[in-house]
């Protein structure tokens, strides 16, 4: 497995410019590089993936915004939270809708491996509260997409208004909902324990990280929470001096937070990143052009221990942290957990060497710096960051659609299995196209 350099203009791996190459990875080989920021050499595929057995892959058109019918049964898309990869799907009746609540017709939404994350750790972190349905044994996963207001009894949201937030797998969801100056906020009494940037809704006429457009809408439903929560991530280690570290170690590198991150840290000054990953996305990492170094888990060893470093986990693997702990010891001198691709592994083991693992709530940090910033001058900063991640993301991110109820089931299979390639994006409708 060979390690990527970058240096000024160009880009060489681990065999040279003239092609010899090196026995191993000296610690000299790891001084600071000039990366090519924000470039990726990584080359998208020009025709979209085969969609898994069962599935049908169409264009995905908005729903028209006058004139939405309603129909007289909701599909939802549930999970077994005894075996989530199994999902069933389930059609009840659209009651009257009663005062104080609105009624959305649900466009599309992403599935990604943080869907995933958020339908494991449901019990743990209360996600599976945020939909709950009549069976406490089948559970909604949240996704984060598109919806259209097609009924409201509530002053201040009216029918025909789009609005981007979380939504279950399904066709059509009431929220009891106050309106607010950027769309609404969900008010039930299940979801007062939520943060409130898992309530809130914005509508795309005031929401100011909106882009127009299908496939701008497509890519920050794939990719707006999980780049936010990677911008974060390197705004905190940044704003606590990356912990005297001047470089940063990306544990399920090919991850779309990890790559939010990556995209956001590589423009720090002096600072390394190094990506670990799987070997069969090892090329895309070593490609994607905002790594010094891509290397595959087993490979921990070969970097350096005798220089401070952080570790940002992404993959929630128990043993793979243990490396990186039993490898940096007392050289790791922070350790954030953010995610859990790897969700079929073992946990974290307690009494690690080193720093002891700390999770990072993204919430926190939005308020940190709304108070610090403000409102405007928080979104304003996210706003700009966020489109220049999401223009590069044309480079290397196709987006695959998927319509239906039953290709919605078959792709959460396919999700929740870990197959889908780090170069796709599923968005998903449960309405036939």
């Not at 080193?354 to 405007?376: C, H, S």
């Amino acid at each position: 497995m060979r390690a990527t350099r970058r240096r000024g203009r160009g880009r060489t791996d681990a065999s040279g410019a003239n092609g010899e190459r090196h026995a191993g990875l000296r610690a000299s080989a790891w001084r600071s590089r000039g990366r090519r920021k924000g470039h990726s050499s990584y080359q998208p595929a020009a025709t979209i993936l085969q969609a898994p057995p069962g599935c049908t892959v169409r264009s995905c058109t908005a729903p028209t915004r006058q004139g939405a019918t309603m129909n007289p049964t909701n599909l939802v898309l549930e999970l077994d939270r005894r075996s989530l990869g199994t999902g069933r799907l389930v059609e009840e009746p659209l009651p009257p809708l009663p005062a104080g609540q609105v009624r959305l017709r649900i466009e599309r939404v992403a599935l990604t491996a943080n869907t995933v994350t958020y339908a494991v750790t449901g019990d743990v972190l209360g996600y599976w509260g945020f939909f709950p349905g009549a069976n406490p044994g089948w559970g909604r996963v949240p996704a984060m997409g598109w919806a259209t207001v097609v009924e409201s009894r509530v002053d201040g949201v009216e029918p025909g208004q789009r609005c981007y937030g979380w939504y279950p797998l399904a066709r059509y969801v009431d929220f009891t909902a106050t309106a607010t100056a950027e769309g609404f906020r969900d008010d039930g009494a299940h979801r007062q324990a939520h943060a409130p940037v898992y309530r809130a809704y914005s509508d795309t006429r005031r929401d100011p990280l909106y882009q127009p457009g299908e496939d701008a809408e497509d890519r920050h439903a794939l990719l707006r929470g999980l780049y936010v929560t990677g911008w974060l991530a390197d705004d905190f280690l940044h704003g606590n001096g990356y912990y005297g570290a001047r470089r940063a170690l990306v544990l399920s590198a090919s991850s779309k937070t990890a790559l939010g991150y990556a995209h956001c840290a590589s423009q720090r000054d002096g600072l390394e990143i190094v990506g670990l990953t799987s070997p069969r996305n090892h090329a895309f990492v070593e490609h994607v052009g905002c790594y010094d170094e891509a290397l595959a888990y087993d490979e921990v060893s070969r970097i350096p221990r005798d220089a401070p470093i952080v570790s940002i986990d992404m993959s929630g693997s128990g043993p793979l942290l243990a490396a990186v702990h039993g490898h940096f010891g007392d050289s790791l001198k922070h350790s954030m957990a953010i995610g859990r691709s790897h969700h079929d592994s073992p946990p974290r083991a307690d009494g690690l060497p080193g720093p002891k693992p700390e999770f990072f709530f993204a919430p926190t940090q939005v308020k940190r710096r709304v108070q610090e910033w403000g409102l405007a001058g928080y979104q304003a900063r996210i706003g700009t960051a966020l489109h220049g991640f999401v223009d590069w993301s044309r480079a290397w991110l196709t987006v695959q659609r998927v319509a239906g109820g039953e290709a919605a089931v078959a792709a959460w299979g396919e999700a929740h299995a870990g197959r889908t390639a780090p170069d796709r994006g599923c968005i998903v409708t449960l309405w036939e196209r």
